[in-house]
Structure formats: C-alpha cells, structure tokens
C-alpha cells in the first residue's frame, strides 16, 4: 500500500467522438488510455488538451465534437 503522499495510479479512459472532415455525419468514439494519478473524472477532463491536441495532430482530416473521462472499470458496467 502507497505511503500517504505517494499518488497512486490507474489508467483512465480518454473518449473522444471524433467526425470525419469531408463526412461530418461519419463520427465514431476513440478511446485513448492512459495512467493517470488518482484525481476526479472532472480533473482529466481540465487535463485532456494536450492528449487531444496530440490525436488531432495525427488525424488531422478528422474533428473532435466532445470528449469524457471514464474510469475503464465504470464503462465496462454501463455496457
């Protein structure tokens, strides 16, 4: 177990719902994981930027509409 101030991590589950440039109604969910240092949803929602910045910089005939946060366990249970 972690001493008190050790952050502990867990990978989160970035989802991002991306469109097509030239097919704007073509959109599609891509998941990013990562690890991520035990804050809230809300935090790696603030700290998402430069994970975004880097998807759309390697798929740029694509647009991002909105992403979430998700802990991978949670997601798993809403299926």
């Known amino acids: 177990m972690p001493a008190s101030n ?10 991002v719902t991306v469109c097509f ?3 704007p109604n073509a959109c599609s969910d ?4 990562f690890d991520w240092q035990g804050e809230s949803l809300n ?3 603030m700290r998402a930027q430069p994970y975004l910045a880097q998807w759309i910089g ?5 647009r991002i509409v909105r ?4 802990w991978p366990e949670q997601e798993k249970q809403s299926l």
């Open 58 to 62: 390697e798929h740029p005939d694509m």
């Open 6 to 15: 050790e952050m502990s991590f867990a990978m989160i589950d970035l989802i």
């Open 67 to 70: 992403y979430r946060c998700e």
């Open 21 to 23: 440039l030239l097919n």
């Open 43 to 45: 935090a790696c929602v």
């Open 30 to 33: 891509q998941h990013i994981l």
